[in-house]
């Protein structure tokens, strides 16, 4: 009995499907960013930084792209699922894996609770008659379902997702735009106002670009997606800019004309 058990093969490595290339992660990456955060934090920043989001950001997106290369690097050495954890662990010691693991997992729990409170305000200022927890309820139940279907379904919804807000956006930015050329807010399309002015000043940039952080919670995640990808030493790195600057692109373009709609709080009723 013990000779046969000394003598047993061991225990070969579960392996998951190897399922998605660089667009399907590069979206999962979009829609954890969910995109249209910007508008959360657009209001504080711009009070901040006296009308200036779009600085803002871009110090932002250089912090978050100097961030991604250097996942970028840890992905190509350790390509596992364990991400941030697995990279503390063989690089520094267990102990400060076990640490960054734990604290991994609560970035993985308040980010789906985050976007759908987001929804959930989104929601109710659509159908203001129904009780909330019903929006609560259906979200983790569609949320639970799609993922216990798999990795390549939860892909394709991530990438409808994405192109939902992302069209919403446009047609905002498409309202937002004929305001402005027809004489609203700044009055020019053209300006250096979202970025600079005689009123602005680095260290309050400085301090919004912090908030807009929040803006980029998510895009390390897909890093945990390395034994799910094909090819994953090459794509994950690449996927991970990718988001980050993809992403980043956006909150400028869109903070730029919403800035230039709104050069300062003054223009809403209720600030």
């Given at each position: 009995m013990?000779?046969?058990?000394?003598?047993?093969?061991?225990?070969q490595?579960t392996?998951l499907?190897?399922?998605?290339?660089?667009?399907?992660?590069?979206?999962?990456?979009l829609?954890y960013?969910?995109?249209?955060?910007i508008?959360?934090?657009f209001?504080?920043v711009?009070?901040l930084?006296?009308?200036h989001v779009?600085?803002?950001?871009v110090?932002?997106?250089?912090?978050i792209?100097?961030?991604?290369?250097?996942?970028?690097?840890l992905?190509?050495?350790?390509?596992?699922?364990g991400?941030a954890?697995?990279?503390?662990?063989?690089?520094?010691?267990?102990?400060?894996g076990?640490?960054?693991g734990?604290?991994?997992?609560?970035?993985y729990?308040?980010?789906?609770?985050?976007?759908i409170?987001l929804?959930?305000?989104?929601?109710?200022?659509?159908f203001?008659?129904?009780?909330?927890?019903?929006?609560v309820a259906?979200?983790?139940?569609?949320m639970?379902f799609?993922?216990?279907?798999g990795?390549?379904?939860v892909?394709?919804?991530?990438?409808?997702?994405?192109?939902?807000?992302v069209?919403?956006?446009?047609?905002?930015?498409?309202?937002?735009i004929?305001?402005v050329?027809?004489?609203?807010g700044a009055?020019?399309l053209?300006?250096?106002?979202p970025?600079?002015?005689?009123?602005?000043?680095?260290?309050?940039?400085?301090t919004?670009a912090?908030?807009l952080?929040?803006s980029?919670?998510?895009?390390?995640g897909i890093?945990?997606?390395?034994?799910?990808?094909?090819?994953?030493?090459r794509?994950?790195?690449?996927?991970?800019?990718?988001?980050?600057?993809i992403?980043?692109?956006?909150?400028?373009?869109?903070?730029?004309?919403?800035?230039?709609?709104?050069?300062?709080?003054?223009?809403?009723?209720?600030p």
């Open positions: 013990s000779n046969n058990l000394i003598n047993a093969a061991p225990a490595r392996q499907r190897k399922a998605l290339t660089l667009v399907p992660v590069v979206m999962m990456g829609a960013l969910q995109p249209m955060t508008f959360d934090t209001g504080i711009s009070g930084t006296d009308g779009a600085t803002a950001y110090f932002a997106l250089l912090a792209l100097f961030t991604a290369l250097s996942y970028g690097k992905v190509r050495k350790f390509p596992s699922a991400s954890y697995t990279y503390a662990q063989k690089t520094i010691s267990p102990h400060v076990f640490m960054v734990w604290s991994s997992l609560l970035d729990l308040f980010m789906p609770m985050i976007n409170l929804a959930k305000i989104y929601l109710e200022a659509i203001p008659g129904a009780p909330s927890w019903i929006f259906a979200l983790v139940g569609l639970t799609f993922n216990l279907r990795i390549k379904l892909a394709n919804l991530n990438t409808i997702i994405v192109v939902v807000q069209a919403i956006m446009i047609i905002f930015l498409g309202l937002v004929n305001g050329y027809h004489g609203e009055g020019t053209l300006s250096s106002r970025f600079w002015s005689e009123n602005a000043h680095v260290v309050p940039m400085i919004g912090t908030i952080c929040f980029f919670l998510g895009f390390d890093s945990s997606l390395s034994e799910e990808t094909k090819d994953a030493e794509v994950i790195p690449k996927a991970i800019f990718l988001t980050a600057l992403g980043g692109l956006i909150f400028i373009v869109v903070s730029y004309f919403v800035q230039l709609y709104f050069p300062d709080i003054s223009r809403f009723k209720d």
